[in-house]
């Protein structure tokens, strides 16, 4: 069976990178998985060309090669799977039309697919009708008997084989992250999306219609995301995704930049929580949902957004004055609209207020004042986009002195005049306020 190139989402596979620095370490564990298993592996590089490690090669060498069937739709079955696998980060289980089963499992170098392992030397259990694919090298009756040969593999013990081979192409990959474990989770977090995109779908089969932004939806995600529970979290997103997919489909430019606006609102969240260093960091992600090419690029970042705020969230817990700054935060949130004064708030901590001052600044990543006023210009963002109130209503609601002061305070903030903001709905650059709970 010839094989070909490796084609992954449209560029070149890596070649034999992974197997530059020699095959002892990878023909011991191919060696203990061919002799436990009693199962045959090809182990295949990026380009889906064969290495020659020994782990057992009767399937190609006694049976593939003598395939009459094999006219380019083998190694398209095998690259689809070999493919799929890599997307999926896991384990897939497929059988060729001559009814042997195969199973294959990716490995990555620092995230990209670099090879993959895979296992045969087993037959379905209704595989039939062999001696119509002999090539006539051989008489079709020991054709027939060399596939008889191999044992029959129910879908319980196929299944586990493939679960042994995972294990072996986790212990080859190479970088510093679980590839596997981050390939799995980001198609899962697809299949949610896709999935609440296509009853979208069912529930309007009349044709196109423009849903409403889901604010509350929005707000519920940072509710929940103060609280670090990053499972209903990223449930959410999922649903403010699938809206924001249904409505443009066919406008990835506007989706990346809601996308854009939605990551600033999640790292902002996490900012009440860690340090003023940790928002530099943030732009990271921002420069990556810029430089996205697809809806699957988006979400994956703006949920890996979401578990990195919830854990820092989380780990605030440790923080030597975390109860002192919560009682804080709850209060402030609770009189934004009145002047309340450091002595008030360090009563309420619990801390005399020159220290809780100090403290402050330091386990909150900016001070007092800056923190008060964000609140209270989200408060306002909030307001001018559900309400009809007047500037000066607003302003006087959120406690600001008067109008102008208000201004000045929430365009430092949003980058925009409270008027612009209200006359475009909302924030159209990557500056966005957290419009909160």
């Not at 197997?19 to 295949?44: A, C, D, H, M, P």
């Not at 051989?138 to 008889?148: D, Y």
């Not at 990223?234 to 489909?249: H, M, P, Q, S, T």
């Not at 306002?380 to 002061?405: G, P, R, V």
Request: a neutral charge.
């Amino acid at each position: 069976m010839k094989e070909k190139g490796f084609v992954q989402n449209g560029t070149a596979g890596n070649g034999v990178g992974f197997f530059e620095n020699g095959i002892s370490k990878k023909q011991k564990i191919i060696s203990v998985y061919v002799q436990s298993t009693g199962s045959n592996v090809r182990v295949l590089d990026g380009g889906l060309q064969p290495v020659e490690i020994d782990g057992g090669l009767d399937i190609e060498r006694s049976v593939c090669q003598y395939c009459a069937g094999d006219d380019g739709k083998c190694w398209q079955m095998h690259s689809n799977e070999i493919q799929e696998s890599s997307r999926q980060g896991k384990p897939q289980i497929y059988r060729c039309e001559l009814g042997l089963m195969f199973w294959v499992s990716p490995i990555y170098v620092d995230g990209k697919f670099s090879g993959a392992l895979r296992g045969s030397g087993y037959v379905s259990p209704d595989a039939g009708g062999y001696g119509k694919f002999c090539n006539k090298a051989i008489p079709a009756q020991e054709f027939t008997s060399r596939v008889s040969a191999f044992p029959v593999g129910d879908v319980e013990k196929i299944e586990s084989l493939a679960q042994m081979l995972l294990l072996c192409s986790e212990s080859l990959s190479e970088g510093g992250g679980n590839y596997h474990e981050m390939f799995r989770v980001r198609h899962e977090q697809q299949a949610s999306l896709s999935t609440l995109v296509e009853e979208l779908r069912r529930k309007h089969p009349e044709g196109p219609v423009l849903l409403s932004y889901p604010l509350d939806k929005e707000r519920r995600l940072i509710s929940v995301l103060r609280q670090g529970d990053t499972k209903k979290a990223e449930g959410l997103l999922n649903e403010i995704l699938a809206v924001l997919v249904f409505n443009n489909r066919d406008n990835f430019p506007y989706i990346q930049l809601r996308a854009l606006e939605l990551a600033v609102l999640l790292t902002r969240t996490g900012t009440n929580f860690i340090s003023a260093t940790a928002v530099e960091n943030n732009a990271r992600y921002l420069k990556q949902i810029q430089e996205a090419k697809s809806i699957e690029d988006l979400t994956g970042i703006l949920h890996v957004i979401v578990e990195n705020v919830a854990e820092q969230i989380v780990s605030f817990q440790g923080l030597p004055h975390a109860s002192a700054m919560r009682k804080a935060e709850l209060f402030i949130r609770e009189n934004l609209t009145r002047k309340i004064s450091l002595g008030e708030i360090a009563k309420i901590a619990g801390l005399s207020a020159p220290y809780f001052s100090t403290i402050f600044k330091e386990e909150m990543g900016e001070n007092l004042s800056s923190y008060v006023n964000r609140q209270r210009v989200e408060k306002a963002s909030k307001l001018l986009l559900e309400t009809d109130l007047t500037l000066s209503e607003i302003a006087a609601s959120c406690c600001f002195q008067d109008q102008s002061w208000f201004s000045k305070i929430f365009k430092s903030f949003t980058g925009i005049s409270p008027g612009k903001y209200r006359r475009q709905g909302g924030p159209v650059s990557g500056l966005r306020s957290n419009t909160g709970e």
